[in-house]
């Protein structure tokens, strides 16, 4: 048997089963949501499978070759997100106040900040997992912290100039989970913890426009009954609580022609996307949406059994950075179609229409497969020294 079908062989399948799942699921719920468009977005669905076939390449490739190469190829991949990034807001397209998207040959565009962000946990899992070893002084707690701030604060700040809210805030807890995971003493995560709550009141008042405050006051006002405008910046956060209300525990069906969706009180170009958890909901009803968070649930906990078998801190950390990009994108798009959270342009991980974000999430989980395949290390059998009497060796320091 040659390595590489001994890896092939060695996947964990039922992590793959899981997102190819999810995957499909993904295609139905945008079939679902657009089918009835007479404009291009009715073949969305096609597109999504064009970048899953280019997805599952990415995925297989990283899967099969060790993680431990990307010692060579981590500050390249980062500096290539961070230069995207900058050209992004030189020559990017703006789309609803948000300059994060640049255009490609033939028509395509890419989200930019999605390559930035799987560059930025790369490098931050080579920062935590191996500085201490570059020289002594690295060793210290402070520094390491220091440069993985400096890591992943540099995207955050691009990110967030070109207007991408709910990217940016995908970075706090990434960074946040890395850090614990990666030795940094709890102190220093408690008084960070503490001065970013200082921080925002100030943040709110005198960094965000007033439609982004208005993201953040609207859920809160309906969810105190207070009057809002349903058809101005209610109008999402009002149909979508509509919708998935009215689907009730089994739904009105697929291909219903009674549901918020289908008479286009939920918006066309959001539909696929953004709200995609609201036309799922609305369809197949609550069993239908447990269904799938339960398919998320497995994942992470699948990806956490990895992490946990890793054979080294540099695949423990890419998987965790992993676990907390896919928790943050589950949580904050569900939340924000519930009126959990504010509403930000921020999609569902292999289920909302993206090919930038389904390539790059197919890319990380075949990096999470490679820590699995790889977590054994090929050692020649150790030679049993015996103990010279009277000198009892494992009491030495």
Known sequence: MTPLLRKFLGMNWILFATMAGLLIFGVFAIYSACWMRESDLSFAWRSQVKAIMIGLVFFFAASLVDYRWLKLAGIPFYLLGIGLLVYTMINGIEVNGQKGWIRLPGGKTMQTSQVAIAGGIVLMSLVLSGMHKIHPI??????????????????????????????????????????????????????????????????????????????????????????????????????????????????????????????????????????????????????????????????????????????????????????????????????????????TGIPLPLISFGGTFVVIIMFLLGLVQSVWVHRSIDEAVPVEVEKPKGLDIDHLD
């Open 138 to 343: 690295f060793r210290n707690h402070f520094l390491r912290l220091i440069f993985a701030g400096l890591v992943g604060g540099i995207p955050f700040l691009l990110v967030l100039a070109t207007g991408d809210f709910g990217s940016a805030i995908v970075w706090i807890p990434v960074i946040g989970a890395m850090v614990l995971v990666g030795s940094i003493p709890f102190r220093y995560l408690i008084v960070i913890a503490l001065c970013g709550t200082m921080v925002l009141p100030y943040a709110y008042f005198f960094g965000l426009k007033d439609y982004q405050k208005k993201r953040i006051t609207v859920p809160i006002d309906m969810m105190m009954g207070r009057k809002v405008d349903t058809l101005g910046p209610a109008y999402s956060a009002h149909n979508n609580m509509l919708a998935i209300g009215s689907g009730g525990f089994t739904g009105k069906g697929f291909k219903s022609n009674e549901t918020m969706n289908y008479k286009g009180f939920i918006t066309p170009a959001t539909a696929i996307n953004d709200f995609i958890f609201a036309v799922l909901a609305e369809e197949h009803g609550f069993r239908g949406s447990v269904l799938m968070l339960s398919g998320f649930l497995l994942l992470l906990l699948q990806c956490l059994f990895v992490a946990f078998y890793s054979r080294d801190m540099l695949g423990r950390l890419l998987v965790v950075g992993v676990v907390g990009l896919f928790f943050a994108h589950i949580f904050q798009n569900v939340g924000m179609n519930l009126l959990l959270m504010p509403i």
